[in-house]
């Protein structure tokens, strides 16, 4: 068997370590059945797809690749089915395809998928009509109907977990790498209720000076080119339930350390992102590429500590800098930190997360998100890093293929008064399609003003 490859470091190591944002199961012995249950089954990914999209990872520091990131705040089991994956599929296709050729760079794709089952909460309990029940925490640990049975954490939850993010990414694979991402035929990615929308337009311009190009090089070489009908997808999550991580990392034949066969990229959140605290200890042993999340009260010395810690022998690669400030925020903090990254002479990659930082209520008590204050932090962040002499290599969302009004704003200008209409996400607010592609051509666009 290999050994890890970083020192004093253990898959058990984090268990020393204050671990937050952990439920409290009511039984032990129920929980490490569960846990046997699940480290006894298959890996989701290999390990060779994880050591691919890391090259991909160093190529986008470098400026090689641009990486788009984005998928559902918290996935549910109820979810888990052929059209909500093949809509958010689809999204995550045309907003890369803009992107591709806007940007002239490929493209490296990671969804927020099979696996985003568990969410961070501000408080561990929740308080309505004076009753008051442990926080709904994601479909991996409990459940989001208000009632006491719903929000007891289960442990056979995570075996579920497992078999739902498996069927995800089977049905991924399987679209994938087969004639819907067929770049002929991109018509396969359309979503019958933007027929109308007034980006289709501007879309489809795109796709037929694609499918135009393809024509005319099959033309003059007169052969069929074949890389051009499937794509490469990764998966990413936040690794925040721990022992369900543990119990998904294994070590491989032929290969030293140990990986998170769970998934491709796993992240640390703002919330559990302290050096000397058990997310992190997990972290930094992994063989994976790891993001982190950096959010307001992040401090130029702390985030030192924290790229020595995770990426100690500047692996190129391995370190992914997830900034999510907030509108008001990232003139402030942004540049202070890129700065110390720069005086540690270590390559990271830094992408944009505009979602996490602008998340509001409205009077009536409505999480939701701004488009403006959004798409106002993505500009800022390619504004400053330009400035700052940094790369910024690609963009985080909260997004879905659904037709639904949970953030406000937007091509049609989605109103407080809207959101009643199609709110459907238990956590957070996410971006409907034609935000979404909004979205793309805004980052397509900015990056053409910083570059003309």
């Keep these: 068997m290999s050994v890890p490859a970083v020192q004093d470091w253990s898959l058990r190591s984090w ?33 060779w797809e994880v050591e691919h999209l890391k090259t991909e990872l160093a190529r986008a520091a470098n400026g090689e690749r641009f990486l788009l990131q ?9 979810d888990c089915r052929a059209d909500a994956i093949t809509s958010r599929l689809k999204i995550l296709m045309q907003m890369s395809l803009v992107l591709t050729y806007g940007l002239n760079t490929r493209v490296v794709r990671v969804g927020r998928f099979a696996g985003q089952y568990a969410k961070p909460r501000s408080s561990d309990t929740e308080t309505r009509d004076g009753t008051t029940l442990p926080s709904y925490r994601g479909d991996i640990i409990n459940g989001a109907a208000f009632a006491p049975e719903a929000r007891r954490p289960d442990p056979q939850r995570m075996v579920e977990a497992y078999a739902s993010s498996s069927l995800t990414l089977n049905l991924v694979r399987a679209l994938t790498e087969g004639g819907f991402a067929d770049l002929r035929h991109p018509e396969y990615w359309d979503l019958d209720f933007v027929q109308h929308s007034p980006l289709a337009d501007e879309y489809h311009a795109i796709a037929d000076a694609i499918g135009d190009t393809i024509d005319f090089l099959e033309t003059v070489t007169d052969e069929e080119i074949d890389s051009v009908e499937g794509v490469t997808f990764y998966t990413s999550h936040e690794a925040l339930l721990l022992p369900y991580e543990e119990a998904l990392s294994r070590t491989v034949p032929h290969k030293a350390g140990v990986y998170n066969l769970g998934t491709h990229l796993p992240w640390v959140g703002k919330r559990t992102n302290q050096p000397e605290k058990a997310h992190v200890e997990y972290a ?17 010395s702390r985030l030192k500590t924290l790229i020595r810690t ?10 992914m800098l997830i900034s999510r400030l907030g509108a008001d925020a990232i003139g402030d903090k942004l540049a202070p930190l890129i700065q ?7 390559s990271v990659l830094w992408i944009a997360d505009p979602m996490h930082g602008n998340t509001e209520k409205t009077d009536a008590g409505i999480k939701t998100r701004r488009f403006d204050n959004v798409l106002g932090e993505l500009e800022q962040a390619m504004d400053i890093h330009a400035a700052e002499g940094s790369h910024l290599g690609g963009v985080h969302f909260e997004l879905t293929g659904e037709d639904v009004t949970e953030c406000i704003g937007g091509a049609r200008g989605l109103s407080e008064a809207d959101l009643g209409r199609a709110y459907e996400s238990h956590v957070d607010p996410r971006l ?17 003003r910083l570059h003309d």
Excluded: W
């Design 70 to 78: 984005g998928g559902e705040c918290a996935e549910s089991f109820g």
């Design 310 to 319: 995770l990426d100690p022998e500047d692996e190129p690669g391995k370190l």
């Design 432 to 448: 409907n399609y034609e935000q979404s592609m909004e979205m793309a051509f805004s980052i397509v666009r900015k990056h053409r």
């Design 340 to 346: 110390a990254v720069q005086a540690t002479g270590q």
């Design 15 to 47: 268990r020393e370590k204050e671990a937050l944002q952990q439920p409290t199961y009511p039984n032990d012995a129920s929980l490490q059945e569960a846990l046997d249950h699940v480290s006894a089954l298959p890996p989701l990914v290999t390990s």
């Design 284 to 300: 930094r042993g992994i063989e994976n590429p790891v993001g982190l999340k950096v959010g307001p009260a992040m401090t130029p």
